[in-house]
């Protein structure tokens, strides 16, 4: 009993200090569920351009972007998976040397004509709102601190849920068989039943989310990361080769891969790569194929298929579709929506159980005296 009561304890302790934070992830979540449909929905007009003969080559992009930005640690082409007729999204990776901020920002061109569409760094609700909803997500907006955070508050989701579930043991099959309903005799009553059920029904997809964050987190833990983020970028060095010429290269050695993200070195030592999914290969893989080039060279230097991959690659290369429910269509995307705003919708009940009790063991205190 005494185990039980700390345990409680810690359960709505983590709640209450962390309920604000899990109502904001878990509405930011939900909505980036469905990332690419709101960009697309909301930036309609903008993002679709009229088609013509020819695209503009890569190079043409990749010349523009590094001359508008001298210095800047890369780029990478998000979208070219997309659809003939959508405009190109470019992501940038800068650097302003300070540690609060998270310093991602986005350049959309016109493929046929060059023209920009919208530019700007993801700290700002311009160039796009959804963007901005990401690097909030993951950061809270405040640099590598926030990306840190985020992965802690990962970990009391997953204390919260194990101290839930020894709690509540006994309800566990009564939720999961259907034998306890809702008893509508008080808001208490209402209040507490669908705490319980919500969160057994939420356990394991809650559990699944709350870990691969915390993973997908983990680089904010290292101190390379803290250093090199208050070092300004050094001024670009270029690549030599075409990459137009290595981005056809890729498909020449990899012809089943379908291209999801396409890196381009703007430092030393940086490699240009293609990464994405495989022709038939399971949708929780996606992504997780990868062809990197020597920029200055054009020499080959690996080709990388995750069914080469040993065991743990296989399964840390699911974190990421676990996390963002990429792997099976609008059913499981429109359940990850509903899971992601378990976790606020548990907090707020959490903190009228705790309230209501606290507000009992005063009436009680004051009774006795």
Do not use: C
Request: a positive charge.
């Amino acid at each position: 009993m005494k185990l039980n009561r700390q345990l409680f304890r810690i359960h709505s302790w983590l709640g209450l200090i962390n309920g604000f934070f899990l109502i904001l992830l878990g509405l930011s979540g939900s909505a980036l569920v469905f990332r690419n449909e709101i960009d697309d929905l909301a930036n309609k007009e903008l993002l679709t351009v009229q088609q013509q003969q020819k695209r503009l080559p890569l190079d043409y992009f990749y010349k523009d972007i590094t001359k508008r930005y001298p210095a800047i640690e890369g780029i990478a082409w998000i979208n070219p998976d997309d659809a003939p007729n959508k405009a190109y999204n470019f992501r940038l990776y800068l650097n302003d040397a300070r540690i609060t901020s998270y310093d991602l920002g986005l350049i959309t061109y016109d493929p046929f004509t060059g023209k920009i569409l919208r530019e700007g760094e993801l700290q700002n609700l311009t160039p796009s709102a959804i963007e901005w909803i990401y690097q909030y997500h993951f950061s809270i907006q405040v640099g590598v601190p926030g990306a840190a955070f985020v992965a802690l508050l990962g970990v009391s989701i997953i204390i919260s849920i194990i101290t839930g579930l020894i709690i509540y043991k006994k309800h566990v099959i009564q939720v999961l068989t259907f034998r306890i309903k809702i008893n509508r005799k008080s808001w208490r009553t209402v209040t507490s039943d669908l705490h319980r059920i919500v969160g057994v029904w939420a356990l394991f997809f809650n559990i699944i989310i709350a870990f691969t964050g915390f993973w997908l987190n983990l680089f904010a833990f290292e101190p390379k990361v803290w250093a090199n983020e208050m070092i300004l970028t050094k001024p670009n060095a270029l690549a030599k080769h075409s990459l137009d010429s290595l981005y056809q290269q890729a498909f020449i050695h990899m012809s089943d891969l379908i291209p999801q993200y396409v890196y381009l070195p703007t430092q030393p030592n940086k490699k240009f790569f293609v990464r994405g999914a495989i022709k038939g290969e399971a949708p929780i893989w996606a992504g997780s194929n990868s062809i990197q080039f020597n920029p200055q060279t054009g020499e080959l230097i690996s080709i990388n298929r995750i069914t080469d991959e040993t065991l743990w690659n296989k399964i840390e290369s699911t974190f990421y579709s676990l996390h963002i429910g990429s792997y099976g269509g609008v059913i499981i995307k429109v359940i990850y929506v509903i899971i992601g705003l378990t976790p606020g919708f548990l907090s707020i009940t959490g903190f009228l159980l705790w309230r209501r009790r606290r507000k009992r063991h005063k009436l009680a205190t004051q009774a006795k005296k």
